[in-house]
C-alpha cells in the first residue's frame, strides 16, 4: 500500500497536478486485488470545464481514472448512479484514500459520498417492484421447459443481476453489479447470499435449475410471487415520432 500511495502522489505531480486530491479506491483499497487488478482513482478540481473518464497505464499498472469538481461529483451521484441504485462514484470517494493528502475540499466531498451512501436509493415504487416481479417472472419462465444448456446459461446470467437487484432495491438497500454483487449479498445477508451463490452454482455446474427456481418464488413471495396476469407497461407520453 505504502508503494501505491507513492505511486498515485507521483501520478498527482505529473498528470494532475492542478486537483486538489485523488482518490485512491477499488479492489487493491479493500484488500481484494489481483496481479490483474486496475487502480481505481477519483481525481478532483476544485474547478473543472466537464468530468470525464480516463484509462491509461502508469508505472505498470491499467488506472481508471474518474476525473469530477464538486458539481459534476453531486450530479454524478445524483443523476447518473442514483437511478441506477449502484453508487458507484460515492463508494469510491468513501472509501478511497486521500492522495497526497487530505483537504479542506476532499473532506467536503468524502462527507457527501457518506451522506449520498446512508440516506441509500430512491425507494422503489410499488410499480418498479411489479416491473421487477415480471422481468423475473419472464426469465423464470423460460428456465421451466427443457432447453439447451446454452440457452439456460444465457437466462441465468440475466437472472443474476436481475434477482439480486430486486433483493437489494426491494428493501431498499443500494443495489451492485458485476462481481461486487456476492461481496454485497454476503455483507447484507450472509444466509441469503449462500442461496443465491448455491442455486446458481448448480444451474453452471450441473445444469439444474430446480434451486434457482425455488429461489425466485421465495424472494418474489414477499411483493406477491410471480407476475403475468394483468401486468402493463405503458410506453412515456414522448416516445412518439412525427
Not at 31 to 53: C, F, M, P, Q
Not at 146 to 162: C, D, G
Amino acid at each position: 500500500m505504502d508503494e501505491l500511495k507513492s505511486l498515485i502522489t507521483r501520478l498527482h505531480a505529473e498528470k494532475y497536478s492542478d486537483a486538489d486530491v485523488i482518490f485512491l479506491a477499488g479492489s487493491v483499497v479493500r484488500g481484494e486485488g489481483t496481479k490483474t487488478s486496475d487502480l481505481d482513482i477519483v481525481v478532483v478540481y476544485e474547478s473543472l470545464s466537464n468530468a470525464y473518464r480516463d484509462s491509461y497505464f502508469y508505472g505498470g499498472w491499467p488506472v481508471e481514472a474518474f476525473v469530477h469538481n464538486p458539481q459534476t461529483f453531486n450530479y454524478f451521484v445524483q443523476k447518473v448512479d442514483g437511478p441506477t441504485g449502484v453508487p458507484s462514484l460515492a463508494a469510491m470517494v468513501s472509501e478511497g484514500i486521500e492522495l497526497p493528502s487530505a483537504t479542506a475540499l476532499s473532506h467536503r466531498i468524502k462527507d457527501r459520498a457518506n451522506d449520498v451512501l446512508q440516506a441509500g436509493p430512491a425507494q422503489w415504487s410499488a410499480k418498479e417492484i411489479d416491473n421487477s416481479r415480471y422481468l423475473i417472472s419472464d426469465l423464470i419462465e423460460d428456465l421451466r421447459e427443457p432447453r439447451s444448456q446454452s440457452e439456460i446459461y444465457a437466462v441465468a446470467i440475466q437472472l443474476y443481476s436481475a434477482i439480486s437487484n430486486h433483493y437489494f432495491r426491494s428493501k431498499g438497500l443500494w443495489s451492485a453489479k458485476g462481481k461486487t454483487i456476492p461481496r454485497r449479498l454476503r455483507k447484507v445477508d450472509a444466509a441469503f447470499a449462500g442461496k443465491f451463490e448455491s442455486a446458481f452454482e448448480f444451474v453452471f455446474a450441473q445444469g439444474k435449475t430446480k434451486d434457482l427456481i425455488a429461489l425466485a418464488d421465495d424472494l418474489l413471495s414477499a411483493h406477491g410471487g410471480f407476475l403475468f396476469e394483468g401486468h402493463r407497461l405503458e410506453a412515456p407520453q414522448e416516445w412518439k415520432i412525427g
